[in-house]
Nanobody, 120 residues
């Protein structure tokens, strides 16, 4: 079983910064893709950024140049550094991991979500 725990959300003023963390634990061989999604009230969940084990990263156009995804494979952890935050970044942010486990093979795992609110 894989447990995915996020942290780092909160309330920040426009122009401020936050760093989200997501750590996976349990029976894990490797984590291929690590990513962050977000869902604002009344909207569909959308991809924010993801990082592959090969080292490539991809970002939504709305966050390019402001957000940076990084990963620590030894700790099974992915981070999202968010700078120059805007009110439209307000959402619940979810971590998504594509994990290889010994008993179930590859599977998608989600965190519980962490609220990010950008407001003055």
């Amino acid at each position: 079983q894989v447990l995915v725990v996020e942290s780092g959300g909160g309330l920040v003023q426009p122009g401020g910064s936050l760093r989200l963390s997501c750590a996976a634990s349990g029976s894990i061989f490797t984590i291929n893709r690590m990513g962050w999604y977000r869902q604002a009230p009344g909207k569909q969940r959308e991809l924010v950024a993801h990082s592959t084990s090969g080292g490539s990263s991809n970002y939504a156009d709305s966050v390019k140049g402001r957000f940076t995804i990084s990963r620590d494979n030894a700790k099974n952890t992915v981070y999202l550094q968010m700078n120059s935050l805007k009110p439209e970044d307000t959402a619940v942010y979810y971590c998504n991991l594509f994990v290889l486990t010994p008993d179930r093979g590859y599977g998608d795992y989600w965190g519980q979500g962490t609220q990010v609110t950008v407001s003055s």
